[in-house]
């Protein structure tokens, strides 16, 4: 093991959970829902969480020129609307990385779900859903899209991200198993070592495996 390596070894034996961040913006919200009501109530509920809600849209053509112009944080979607659907609208913003997408469906479309994933959605709520399903989902999309986005810019080939990936996932578990850490702060301590000491995410978690796998 080189001696960079024994030093990543040691910082992750010695690793505590990050401390809180500091205060941030609120999260810039784009609510897309073609029912006015639900639209209204959603609205209502994310400004109460103290999230920014920067655009309603009611269709998806509507979410997507809103977001590309609006650049939010997150955009909460209906999986069904008229013309461009809700699956449609979230793949072309997962595909142009705008920003992490939450998709709404009812309980009856259930088996959309996977197709919601595979248009690149972090999270989904089912319907109907109260305050304390909407932040989790919320912070989980986030977080992934974060992480994602911290990756790809590491990583330029598919192979090589999928590698990265990999090991950072196996170091994430190793560090929430081991010193108790929540995923995003796990996440957190991995960029924040390979950042301090100018080495990769992969580099770093392969030290991670290493003395605790």
């Not at 699956?87 to 996977?114: G, H």
């Amino acid at each position: 093991m080189s001696q960079q390596a024994e030093d990543i070894a040691a910082a992750a034996d010695a690793a505590v959970a990050p401390e809180e961040p500091a205060p941030r913006e609120p999260l810039r919200v784009l609510v897309a829902e073609d029912e006015a009501l639900i639209r209204m109530d959603l609205v209502e509920m994310l400004r109460e969480e103290g999230y920014d809600v920067v655009g309603e849209a009611g269709d998806g053509d509507q979410a997507v020129e809103l977001a590309r112009e609006l650049k939010p944080g997150l955009v909460m979607m209906d999986i069904k609307m008229p013309g461009t659907d809700g699956l449609e609208a979230a793949t072309t913003i997962a595909q142009e990385r705008i920003a992490p997408v939450v998709m709404l469906t009812a309980f009856s479309q259930r088996d959309l779900v996977d197709s919601a994933r595979d248009a690149g959605a972090m999270a989904y709520l089912v319907k109907p859903f109260t305050k304390t399903d909407v932040v989790p989902a919320i912070e989980v999309a986030a977080s992934r899209f974060a992480e994602i986005t911290a990756l790809e810019n590491e990583v330029a080939g598919l192979t090589d991200r999928l590698e990265t990936r990999k090991a950072v996932e196996r170091a994430k578990g190793l560090l929430m198993a081991k010193k108790k850490m929540s995923e995003p702060d796990a996440f957190r301590w991995i960029q924040r070592t390979a950042m301090d000491r100018r080495t990769t995410m992969k580099h770093v978690a392969e030290a991670v495996v290493e003395t605790f796998g």
